[in-house]
């Protein structure tokens, strides 16, 4: 179900924003100390992520207040089950982004260097007013990494909270640690792609490495508040194999505690991988069944009509907690406390009494300028 909803500010986009996070270097060029890649610009270079930028001796966000667009989605296809389940959620991204992921499934944003994509804009402030008054519960920075424009989410999560409204960050965890910090301070739940467990995956295939990620996951465990999920896309013949998985969800459950969701998604041919075959269910549900008896208590299935790979059940009792298909609601099982219904055990998330029934449906809005 789709509908568009229009918003008209009157206000011209906002210019370029001067960021922190570089230095000079002694050849002249200025370093972005963001993410790992560290990239080195001259005058009018831009980082691999196309949205930063050397301007005027200063690295600037060219896509500060700009956006490839404004949509209400479930708050379950971020994909988060564990935070105000059935809700809606404004989602939007830019332009850009700091890995290189061969099979992009947002390729048509995260690796456009044409500003033209973005086609709206809104300040902080309107953003979260936007948000608030067509009932979310919160905002979701998605679509393309977050972490590239990380001073706008900062913004607009600032002033979401002043409205009483969430920040999620749907991210892959590449940046370094003081940006990490000042971004997810900001944040109240987040998803963090975990793309494999091979350094041979994350150099090969999305020109990144591992280590980073695995450092934002431990940063975020011990160190935050924030709730997060994983995603981890299942590609045939790339990082789906029985042995990597073991290694992987048995690092998350030593790692990252038991109660950690992890979603295992279909991958389908796109960008610079149509030559794959797409990924069989067979491989999603034989994967949620490793993690499972690694000990890991809420795995999920998803990019693929599974109702009982994609519900959540009592790790206890194994009673049905909540029931989903696709993206509605079903039956719902928890008591006030966030505990199960059958046998009193506490579920790991953030619940409230009674879910959203936001369902599948997906509005396209417009905030024009």
């Not at 959620?89 to 390729?107: E, I, M």
């Not at 519960?137 to 977050?146: G, K, V």
């Not at 009193?344 to 449906?361: K, L």
Request: hydrophobic share 35%; glycine share 8%.
């Amino acid at each position: 179900m789709s509908s568009v909803t229009s918003w008209d500010w009157g206000k011209k986009p906002p210019k370029p924003e001067k960021t922190g996070h570089w230095h000079k270097l002694e050849d002249g060029r200025l370093q972005c100390d963001v993410c790992p890649r560290f990239c080195k610009l001259r005058e009018g270079q831009q980082g691999l992520c196309f949205v930063r930028a050397r301007e005027d001796e200063k690295v600037v966000l060219t896509t500060y207040g700009r956006s490839s667009g404004f949509c209400i989605d479930p708050i379950e296809k971020k994909p988060l089950n564990h935070f105000l389940p059935g809700t809606p959620v404004l989602s939007f991204g830019t332009a850009g982004c700091n890995l290189a992921c061969k099979f992009c499934q947002n390729w048509d944003m995260s690796k456009s260097r044409e500003m033209d994509k973005l086609a709206d804009a809104a300040s902080p402030e309107e953003l979260a007013n936007v948000a608030s008054q067509l009932g979310c519960r919160s905002i979701a920075f998605t679509y393309n990494d977050p972490i590239i424009f990380y001073e706008y989410a900062v913004d607009v999560a600032k002033a979401a909270q002043a409205v009483g409204v969430k920040s999620v960050a749907v991210t892959a965890g590449y940046v370094t640690p003081e940006p990490r910090a000042e971004f997810f301070a900001q944040m109240d739940a987040a998803n963090i792609d975990l793309k494999a467990f091979t350094e041979r995956f994350y150099h090969k295939i999305c020109g990144g490495h591992l280590a980073p990620v695995l450092d934002t996951l431990l940063y975020l465990r011990n160190e935050t508040s924030v709730w997060f999920e994983l995603t981890t896309l299942l590609i045939p013949g790339e990082n789906d194999s029985p042995a990597e998985i073991e290694e992987m969800t048995k690092w998350v459950a030593d790692n990252l505690g038991v109660n950690t969701p992890l979603h295992f998604s279909a991958f389908h041919p796109d960008y610079r991988m149509l030559g794959h075959d797409s990924t069989p269910k067979e491989t999603l549900t034989r994967s949620r069944d490793i993690a499972i008896s690694n000990g890991l208590n809420y795995v999920y299935t998803g990019n693929v009509h599974d109702t009982a790979g994609g519900s959540t059940y009592c790790p206890s009792c194994n009673s049905l907690l909540i029931e989903r298909d696709w993206y509605q609601l079903g039956q719902w099982n928890l008591d006030s406390q966030s505990c199960c219904k059958n046998c009193g055990t506490w579920i790991a998330g953030a619940f409230e009494q009674n879910p959203g029934n936001w369902g599948r449906q997906r509005q396209v809005v417009k905030i024009s300028h």
